[in-house]
């Protein structure tokens, strides 16, 4: 069974060791549930109080269950069924469009501002991830539109569709979900490109074609998801990529080439981190993505799942590392305080050239005031040539023998000197006898 924390206890040294580790993460996939949408003000479903309760309760002479108005297979065998999950639609899509990102959708756009974020994989239908500023996988976009999104440089995939538009069931057309109450279309309202056609039909002498009725482009229970093959090779390029390291584990001999899931110890310092955030893990195709996403580089991956309630049983064991229990935005802002702790080296590289060029600044006053004038570059040459000959003449004078071929340096220039060769950076603006390196 996954090792099981909870997020209250913020004197646990094992879950502050986690978020260390979650925070150092060099590649992040992300998978969320309508949990993470609550507190902007979107039901969620199974919960006490969701959007199932609310239909059971409002329309329980229509619908055994508020599950049954979002199963394919039984809401669209009546009239009266299909009237209902139409207003219901138009009445969650309203309340999608007031909604503003939430805490996790930031977190999520942090992780890709970051530059470690894989994917993201939401349940959701509410397009917060598009307010976000996330790039967003549109199938339904047409290619020459500002709306579409390559799968390959998407950073959010929804995996049951978007409240945003309207798709008709008879031709496939798709539509802008509209929220205003007058608006053209609707849903429930039939599809003006199939009436168009069947009046077109129709003014040749031609009898008219069925129009279609026009419904969210979601996916419903027990339906087939109609771009389930462009997801899975979505699913299949981000496995490749979470696996890409296992093949450098196996030649330096980090790990044995039959070595489990269950590892012991798991990976101080993973590459990859698999975060499951707000879902009970119920759906069936959720459940086989986490386990194709957790399994894809064992060597170098920890899967963690946080919730507001344990979901996570012996079913999970070798694919789940860990389970949080807690708020998911108390969680995300714990990873993000860890960032805000960890040395930033342009931040720290900054300041000490700051601090250089300071306490650099009267001497280079105090030198410009005494040379108003800067030597030309003949001059330059010159006293080059008369400081090489001079520094010659000493040496032999001396007998000093240096194998560098060159005059000794100061204790404190050689190491700079050493700094350099390293690959340190030179922050000096103007090279001067005391210049300053700074090896990152």
């Not at 350099?420 to 030179?426: N, Q, T, V």
Request: contains cysteine.
């Amino acid at each position: 069974m996954p090792e099981t924390y909870r997020l209250s206890d913020k004197k646990n040294p094992s879950l502050s060791g986690l978020i260390k580790r979650v925070a150092a993460a060099k590649r992040v996939a992300v998978v969320t549930g309508a949990g993470i949408s609550v507190n902007c003000g979107v039901p969620d479903f199974r919960s006490s109080g969701g959007v199932f309760q609310q239909i059971q309760a409002a329309h329980g002479d229509i619908v055994t269950t508020g599950r049954d108005l979002f199963d394919a297979s039984v809401v669209f065998r009546s009239a009266a069924a299909a009237e209902v999950f139409y207003q219901w639609m138009t009445h969650l899509r309203r309340t999608c469009a007031d909604a503003q990102p939430g805490v996790v959708h930031r977190f999520i756009r942090n992780l890709a501002d970051r530059g470690v974020l894989l994917r993201s994989y939401t349940q959701n239908i509410d397009g917060l991830e598009r307010k976000a500023g996330l790039a967003v996988w549109d199938p339904y976009a047409p290619k020459s539109s500002a709306a579409h999104v390559p799968w390959q440089t998407a950073q959010s995939v929804p995996l049951h569709g978007s409240m945003e538009r309207l798709t008709c069931q008879l031709c496939s057309s798709s539509l802008h979900f509209a929220t205003h109450p007058k608006a053209d279309v609707g849903a429930g309202d039939e599809c003006p490109d199939c009436r168009m056609r069947s009046d077109a039909r129709q003014a040749d002498g031609r009898r008219s074609l069925p129009t279609g009725t026009l419904r969210p482009a979601v996916v419903l229970y027990e339906e087939p998801h109609p771009h389930c093959e462009d997801i899975a090779k979505i699913i299949a390029h981000d496995t490749r990529a979470l696996g890409s390291r296992r093949a450098a584990l196996l030649d330096s001999g980090g790990i044995s080439s039959g070595s489990s899931r269950r590892r012991a110890p798991l990976p101080r310092d993973p590459h990859n981190v698999i975060m499951v955030f707000g879902t009970t893990l119920k759906v069936p195709g959720c459940r086989q993505l986490v386990r194709q996403l957790a399994t894809a580089s064992p060597a170098s991956t920890i899967t963690v799942v946080v919730n507001n309630e344990p979901v996570c049983g012996k079913s999970w064991d070798g694919v789940v590392d860990y389970q949080v229990v807690g708020d998911v935005d108390a969680w995300c802002m714990r990873i993000q305080r860890q960032w805000s702790l960890q040395p930033k080296i342009t931040r720290w590289a900054k300041t000490l050239k700051s601090a250089a060029d300071s306490s650099r600044l009267p001497a280079q006053k105090k030198k410009q005031q005494q040379q108003p004038q800067c030597p030309s570059s003949a001059e330059k040459e010159n006293s080059a040539a008369s400081d090489h000959k001079c520094t010659s003449r000493k040496r032999k004078r001396s007998g000093a023998d240096h194998d560098d071929g060159g005059a000794q340096l100061s204790p404190p220039v050689r190491r700079s000197v050493r700094i350099a060769e390293r690959g340190g950076l030179d922050f000096c603006s103007q090279p001067s006898q005391h210049a300053v390196y700074i090896c990152i």
